[in-house]
């Protein structure tokens, strides 16, 4: 397509039912014209005001006020604030980090292998959906309540 063609397809015909195709061209030319389907779909993500919102309200009502009553941040003049933070060391910081890090993927890999799972045993015809999803696909997997 050339300039003159993709100006006018911008400017005249691009249909905008939401930001999905202005964000996606952005995407691409700022990538070289090329992006993988994954970096496309986290720019639409990070343009789309109303799925901040609803992570706003995530963090807010369920997230938050978890670690708050586990008192392990608090609010404070309209920002979350990791208690005891100031006297943790660079080290006692990157160890955290990489805790957090490791439960993270743990995580992630436990609801890929679960949701591999679910759709293999639905194929097969004998999978029955649960009433109730798992708190944590980890735990579904293992048994566990904790990612140890």
């Known amino acids: ?22 964000v996606m061209l ?10 993988a ?16 919102e609803y992570y706003d309200q995530i ?6 006020k978890v670690l708050r009553n586990h008192r392990v941040v608090s609010w404070k003049d309209g920002r979350f604030q990791l208690d005891g933070f100031n ?30 799972k679910r759709r293999k045993s639905s194929s097969s015809g004998s999978w029955i959906p649960m009433k109730n999803s798992p708190k944590s696909a980890y735990s579904a997997l293992t048994g566990s309540k904790r990612i140890s």
């Open 1 to 22: 397509m050339t300039y003159i063609e993709l100006r006018n397809f911008i400017e005249n015909r691009m249909q905008m039912s939401h930001v999905y195709q202005p």
């Open 59 to 64: 963090v807010s009502g369920m997230v938050g």
């Open 87 to 116: 006297k943790l060391s660079s080290h006692q910081k990157a160890q955290l980090t990489k805790l957090c890090e490791r439960n993270l993927k743990r995580e992630t890999l436990a609801r890929i292998s679960y949701r591999f």
């Open 26 to 35: 952005l995407t691409l030319l700022r990538h070289g014209g090329t992006a």
């Open 37 to 52: 389907k994954r970096d496309i779909a986290a720019s639409i993500l990070s343009h789309d005001e109303s799925q901040l």
